[in-house]
Nanobody, 122 residues
Framework: QVQLVESGGGLVQAEGSLRLSCAAS????????MAWFRQAPGKEREFVAT????????RYTNSVKGRFTISRDNAKNTLYLQMNRLKPEDTAVYYC???????????????WGQGTQVTVSS
């Protein structure tokens, strides 16, 4: 089992940047596929990006390609999401998740953090 805690959210102007972090407990972080999802007000939670255990496989939703970068540091048990050129439509609660295989659906992940709010003003 792994526990996940996100941080780094906040209020930023459009075209600004933020870096989200997700700290994982336990000694098996490196064995998990990790991902970021987000949920905007009144919308369903959606996939943002995912990364394999060794960082060799990355997937992004089309709307963030070229702007967001997912990465991980297994020595620090931490997942990151670097978000550049932010847009108002990126406003959402961002969640990190852990699972056993690459997936883009919520059901593919077993463990979730509590979320961190990102608000992008125009």
């Amino acid at each position: 089992q792994v526990q996940l805690v996100e941080s780094g959210g906040g209020l930023v102007q459009a075209e600004g940047s933020l870096r989200l972090s997700c700290a994982a407990s336990g000694r098996t972080f490196s064995s998990y596929v990790m991902a970021w999802f987000r949920q905007a007000p009144g919308k369903e939670r959606e996939f943002v990006a995912t990364i394999s255990w060794n960082g060799g496989t990355l997937r992004y939703t089309n709307s963030v390609k070229g702007r967001f970068t997912i990465s991980r540091d297994n020595a620090k048990n931490t997942l990151y999401l670097q978000m550049n050129r932010l847009k108002p439509e990126d406003t959402a609660v961002y969640y990190c998740a852990a699972g056993s295989s690459i997936a883009t659906m919520e059901g593919g992940f077993d463990y979730w953090g509590q979320g961190t709010q990102v608000t992008v003003s125009s």
